[in-house]
């Protein structure tokens, strides 16, 4: 069955950055669109950024342009997220989820990371 | 930027009833690109509806999408104890490519 296992959240102070990673199992990990898409407590959800199944095709939401990294690595089966210059409205739970093919909505998702950014 | 609307915002309903959720969006949605999500306190969302009208893998047929170009609807028949959450709609197409609905919350009455 598809699991998607995300790691790497944490307390982080403004400005400063972490490294989130997301391990996929139970598909073909190379042959899917990947994303992250993120929830501040007690909001919405916002989607981040997506890489496609070769990360030749990379995407990125305004509010982390330039900030944010996504890549992944389909030996270890596993997504990526650089987060830098974070500040307090980076503070969000993040999730890891597939995109499905030819319908781009996104049909597994894993059980997220919690970022706190604060002082 | 198409950006969901959602309405309402929240509905109180009992058990039984029927929920009947909007989202429109602000430019033409391609149907294939229309999705509904239900999320649960402390979970992650759950894929409902895809393509705008198929269900997804496990979901019971009391859940059924609808719509086109900018009014799209999730209608659940019957609800259930365990669909009291919050729906979300999300669009694929355009700049950013991914937008989500702020959401409908479904209570108990």
């Known amino acids: 069955q598809v699991q998607l296992v995300e790691s790497g959240g944490g307390l982080v102070k403004p400005g400063g950055s972490l490294r989130l990673s997301c391990v996929a199992s139970g598909f073909t990990f190379s042959d899917y669109y990947m994303s992250w898409i993120r929830q501040a407590p007690g909001k919405g959800l916002e989607w981040v950024s997506y890489?496609?199944?070769?990360?030749?095709?990379?995407y990125y939401a305004d509010s982390v342009e330039g900030r944010f990294t996504i890549s992944r690595g389909n030996a270890k089966n596993s997504l990526y997220l650089e987060v830098n210059s974070l500040r307090a409205e980076d503070t969000a739970v993040y999730y890891c989820?597939?995109?499905?093919?030819?319908?781009?909505?996104?049909?597994?998702w894993g059980q997220g990371t919690l970022v706190t950014v604060s002082s | 930027e198409i950006v969901l609307t959602q309405s309402p915002g929240t509905l109180s309903l009992s058990p039984g009833e029927r929920a009947t959720l909007s989202c429109r969006a602000s430019?033409?949605?391609?149907?294939?690109?229309l999705a509904w999500y239900q999320q649960k306190p402390g979970q992650a969302p759950r894929l409902l509806i895809y393509g705008a009208s198929s269900r997804a893998a496990g979901i019971p047929d009391r859940f059924s999408g609808s719509g086109s170009g900018t009014d799209f609807t999730l209608t659940i028949s019957r609800l259930e104890p365990e669909d009291f959450a919050v729906y979300y709609c999300q669009q694929y197409g355009g700049s950013p490519p991914v937008t989500f609905g702020p959401g409908t919350k479904v209570d108990i009455k």
């Open positions: 890489i496609s199944g070769s990360g030749d095709i990379i």
């Open positions: 430019q033409s949605v391609s149907s294939n690109y």
């Open positions: 989820a597939r995109l499905s093919r030819g319908y781009y909505d996104f049909d597994y």
